[in-house]
């Protein structure tokens, strides 16, 4: 197994990179936006739904900043990061593109970042800040003085099984980030190689 260096000289972003990050935004903005209104007429969350203009407000804030990501990710992983979790505390109707957004910033911190040792900080207190939010939310789903929702009767009531999936999920994405940021180095004469690579995976 090769070892990599604590810090790596990488192939910088070309122009060609940023507007394809800059399309890329746009794209995933566009796809909350109707991701938040399909999930506010389907009704998710029911009455505590929040409204649309918070939506929109989560939309930009969430993929936006990803047009940047190659050029600052560690600070756009954390601030999608962070969006992501408030928007899903306060209820924002937008289930999909939300992961994506968190996963492609997960992604571009172990593809981009030099100094390794700071990609895996990063990725390692966003993983735990996430599992922390689970935990909480979970907690607060679980105690909440309410009969909406899933049966919550038995050792392994429906309301348990869904908190499991979310878990078990969340393990597959992150490990998921980890694995193929690494393959996304650019390092010394391979980098043509990776920056192919990184295209075809949409990097």
């Given at each position: 197994?090769t ?104 992604y ?32 607060q ?63």
């Amino acid at each position: 197994m090769t070892v990599l260096p604590p810090t790596i000289a990488r192939a910088p972003a070309t122009p060609a990179d940023r507007r394809a990050d800059l399309v890329l935004a746009v794209g995933l903005f566009v796809g909350a936006i109707l991701s938040a209104a399909l999930g506010s007429v389907a009704g998710f969350y029911g009455t505590d739904t929040a409204e649309i203009q918070w939506s929109l407000l989560y939309g930009a804030a969430l993929t936006l900043p990803l047009a940047l990501r190659r050029r600052y990710p560690e600070i756009i992983a954390v601030a999608v990061s962070l969006v992501f979790f408030i928007g899903m505390s306060a209820r924002v109707p937008e289930l999909y593109v939300g992961n994506i957004a968190v996963f492609i910033a997960f992604y571009t911190v172990g593809a981009w970042v030099d100094d390794r040792r700071r990609a895996i900080l990063v990725r390692v207190l966003i993983t735990v800040g996430m599992f922390f939010w689970l935990l909480v939310t979970t907690f607060q789903a679980a105690t909440a003085p309410t009969d909406d929702g899933l049966s919550r009767e038995g050792i392994f009531s429906p309301f348990v099984a869904y908190m499991l999936i979310q878990f078990l999920v969340n393990v597959a994405f992150f490990g998921g980030g980890v694995l193929h940021g690494r393959p996304g180095l650019r390092i010394g004469p391979a980098a043509p190689r990776a920056r192919a690579a990184d295209r075809r995976v949409g990097a």
